[in-house]
């Protein structure tokens, strides 16, 4: 069950234009006879509503992964989570999103920045898995 402070998302939205070319820094703006087809943002997300939901990152831990503060994660909760996937879990009641790995059978929630020591389950942990980390989402504008 995602937190209460997630963020769900509703079928379908607006159409976006897609362009054919990929953009080298510095291209002042894409020329309309480039237009490859419209797609929606659920469409590249492959947003599966109603078992995606959003929710905020906070803190450093994920950043080798390319997950900053603030970034807004897109998580599916329908899928099972394997192996080497970030997940979004509550560990003990807390939630926190890692990416979860194995030592042998033993469960293991592992941040992405060294600075952080990896989580080993213990017998008496709660570990629930809310979902799956499928993309992220960062604002480029100065706040």
């Known amino acids: 069950m995602p937190s209460p402070n997630a963020i769900r998302l509703a079928p379908g939205g ?55 503060d603030s970034d807004l994660m897109v998580v599916d909760r329908s899928r099972e989570a394997q192996a080497n996937d970030i997940v979004i ?9 890692k990416r979860l790995a194995y030592d042998g059978r033993q469960v293991v929630l592992r941040a992405e920045n060294p600075r952080y020591a990896p989580r080993y389950i213990l017998e008496g942990d709660e570990l629930t898995i ?14």
């Open 14 to 68: 607006q159409p976006l234009p897609l362009y054919g070319f990929r953009i080298p820094a510095g291209f002042p703006s894409p020329a309309q006879d480039h237009l490859e087809r419209e797609i929606s943002l659920d469409e590249i997300l492959d947003i599966r509503a109603p078992h995606t939901y959003l929710v905020r990152a906070a803190g450093d831990s994920m950043q080798g992964a390319g997950i900053f």
């Open 89 to 97: 879990a509550a560990l003990n009641s807390e939630p926190l999103v």
């Open 130 to 143: 809310w979902g799956v980390v499928r993309f992220s989402v960062r604002c480029h504008e100065p706040r």
